[in-house]
């Protein structure tokens, strides 16, 4: 665990390593596993399209990404993200993309998922986050298992 980043979080955040894109047998819905160091599971809901994405780097249709795109203009402009965090806001799991220059910038938490995967940057939760994913797998969504709602 590691301390907010100049005050930009609410609290302490930890590392997340992304432990495998999966789907659900049964309704074909899909999410990102990711794993916190101490070993517990951070589940990111994302569209199967996304899943696509992440697993090769490319779309179906070769159609370039928005994340791709958007990570190319970053680079364009001299813009260098430093991380993402995963956090909660009015209760719901969301992104905060972060820069160097201590400027952050919001989006959902797929968003934060496929931008940390393809930059590559790191993955960060706040406790928050970690809370609340760890009360939405009590609630149903079995981080080992198939089932991802």
Do not use: N, W
């Not at 994913?133 to 080992?144: C, D, L, Q, S």
Request: glycine residues 10%; charged residues 30%; hydrophobic residues 45%.
């Amino acid at each position: 665990m590691t301390a907010a980043r100049g005050g930009r979080y609410t609290g302490a955040v930890k590392r997340l390593e992304l432990v495998r894109i999966r789907s659900c047998r049964k309704c074909g819905r899909t999410a990102a596993e990711l794993k916190c160091d101490d070993g517990v599971a951070v589940v990111v809901p994302i569209d199967a399209h996304r899943a696509r994405e992440l697993a090769d780097g490319r779309t179906p249709d070769a159609l370039e990404s928005l994340t791709g795109l958007l990570l190319a203009q970053l680079r364009a402009a001299g813009r260098r993200p430093s991380e993402v965090v995963l956090d909660v806001l009015d209760g719901r799991l969301r992104g905060v993309l972060a820069f160097a220059d201590d400027e952050v910038v919001g989006c959902t938490a797929e968003e934060a998922v496929a931008l940390a995967v393809r930059a590559p940057l790191p993955l960060f939760a706040t406790d928050d986050a970690v809370a609340h994913a760890t009360a939405r797998a009590a609630r149903g969504t079995h981080p080992g298992g198939d089932t991802v709602h």
